[in-house]
């Protein structure tokens, strides 16, 4: 039991809500970033080469344990310290009541390229990802991590919390993308597009727990009245299994004129990016999931079981977990290795022109499948993300509701110069009163080539015809 408790209590603080950097996807020069979470997306875009040279994405909140700040708001109380003064940022425990949820997430993206060929764009990325998510952890035992089991719950007084789970997981994802034009007729257009991935894992862990009935009846006696539930693990490594994942997207233009036989980035036709009044979006992003050969999974069953001592216990991998709970309760049986699934999430995309180079970008991303089951999982959200867009420069606002909490919304900014982007889509809360829940960041380094090697040629033929043109008329003149 102590295990379990470690591992949940562990993962309390490291909630988080997904991070889907509202504040870019929407850009018409994202690139491969857009097709991340849209295929479609890749063959909408107006650079005809757009290649990832490195990227960060990290992202942390949670609803138990915050940054307390003494001073207006924190970016106040960062300036204090630097120069000297302490004790002006603390952690502070949540006061409610409710089950604690959670997500954290961190990629590190390598290469990425996105290559517009008319009706067709293709593009591969590779990118290392870790993922972390616990859901329906009691408050009681949250506040463990921070002052102690025997702290967090009343002694003597009898629990029993159910369905709690917490899943962890990183790997690598090799992924080749492919997007086409279904159809360009009048003002209208259809895209459709695919993504696969090749995936590496490197580390897997869940618990799921189903019941547990306890009572602690000091700082060094507990009692298990019941528990029910499974464990697995997989010891870290570079290749300690497998998998596979799929993207699947849609994308429907109104354009600003006939799209009859158009094709973008060539010649005979799209040298010149056809601009729209709204995009719509759809897709599914991140179905597949891993497999860990040298996983060990197990159900666990038993009861009235007493731990003497409770916060000595410890289990250093998983054989040795299997001692203490085989020594403690009437069964642990090992059954199939480890498969997790992937964070599968539906995806809504519109985008709208409000006046040249201003937009306004509207995105929903809802979780699909049961966490339960060892899958893990992509936390709800919507966000609005009004942006002034130009080939060299670009900003966005995005106002994000994480959960569908409309009442707590965060405000974060995005701006790329040229090839270089940096943005958060939580820097509002620098800037509060209220205690710091949650922050992010994801930087890109970008090469973007603009016009196609046929539209190059195009631009020198239409030149050398003005020229001629006008020495023409210069003759005549004469």
Request: aromatic fraction near 8%; charged fraction near 20%; hydrophobic fraction near 40%.
């Amino acid at each position: 039991m102590t295990r379990i408790l470690r591992l949940l209590a562990f993962i309390a603080p490291l909630s988080s809500f997904a991070q889907d950097h509202f504040g870019l996807v929407n850009s018409n020069y994202t690139g491969a970033d857009a097709v991340l979470l849209n295929p479609a997306r890749g063959v909408t875009q107006r650079t005809w080469l757009d290649a990832n040279v490195f990227g960060i994405s990290a992202f942390a909140w949670n609803d138990h344990v915050g940054l307390s700040r003494s001073g207006p708001s924190l970016w106040s109380d960062l300036r204090a310290g630097l120069q000297g003064e302490s004790g002006r940022i603390v952690l502070k425990e949540s006061v409610t009541s409710g089950p604690k949820q959670g997500h954290a997430q961190a990629a590190v993206h390598g290469p990425a390229i996105n290559v517009v060929l008319g009706r067709t764009a293709i593009g591969a990325h590779l990118r290392a990802r870790t993922e972390t998510h616990a859901t329906n952890i009691p408050a009681h035992l949250a506040r463990a991590i921070t002052s102690g089991l025997d702290q967090a719950v009343v002694p003597g007084q009898r629990y029993r919390d159910t369905d709690m789970g917490l899943l962890s997981a990183s790997w690598s994802e090799f992924g080749a993308s492919v997007s086409h034009t279904l159809l360009s007729r009048g003002r209208h257009m259809l895209h459709a597009g695919l993504t696969a991935n090749y995936l590496v894992a490197h580390h897997g862990a869940a618990v799921q727990v189903d019941v547990m009935d306890y009572t602690v009846l000091d700082s060094m006696v507990a009692v298990v009245h019941e528990v029910r539930g499974s464990y697995t693990l997989a010891d870290p490594g570079l290749n300690v299994g497998k998998g596979f994942g799929m993207d699947l997207g849609l994308v429907y233009e109104r354009t600003m004129e006939d799209a009859d036989d158009y094709r973008p980035h060539r010649a005979s036709a799209g040298c010149t990016p056809m601009g729209y009044r709204y995009r719509l979006g759809v897709s599914i992003t991140d179905m597949g999931g891993l497999s860990f050969a040298k996983g060990q999974s197990a159900r666990l069953q038993g009861s009235s079981a007493q731990f003497q001592d409770y916060g000595s216990l410890a289990a250093a991998d998983h054989a040795a977990l299997d001692s203490l709970l085989l020594a403690s309760f009437t069964s642990s049986v090992s059954v199939a290795p480890m498969r997790v699934g992937l964070p599968t999430a539906l995806r809504m995309q519109a985008d709208i022109r409000l006046v040249e180079r201003f937009y306004v970008g509207v995105n929903a991303a809802q979780a699909i499948g049961d966490p339960s089951n060892l899958r893990m999982r992509r936390q709800n959200a919507l966000a609005f993300a009004p942006r002034f867009e130009t080939k060299r420069f670009e900003a966005a606002i995005p106002v994000v509701f994480h959960a569908y909490r409309f009442t707590s919304p965060t405000v974060g900014l995005m701006v790329r110069v040229n090839n270089f982007v940096i943005g958060s889509d939580h820097l509002s809360s620098l800037f509060k009163k209220s205690d710091l829940y949650g922050m992010d960041l994801y930087v890109r380094a970008k090469v973007m080539l603009f016009r196609s090697p046929s539209c190059k040629g195009k631009a020198r033929k239409d030149a050398a015809e003005a020229a001629a043109a006008q020495q023409q008329d210069t003759g005549s003149a004469k």
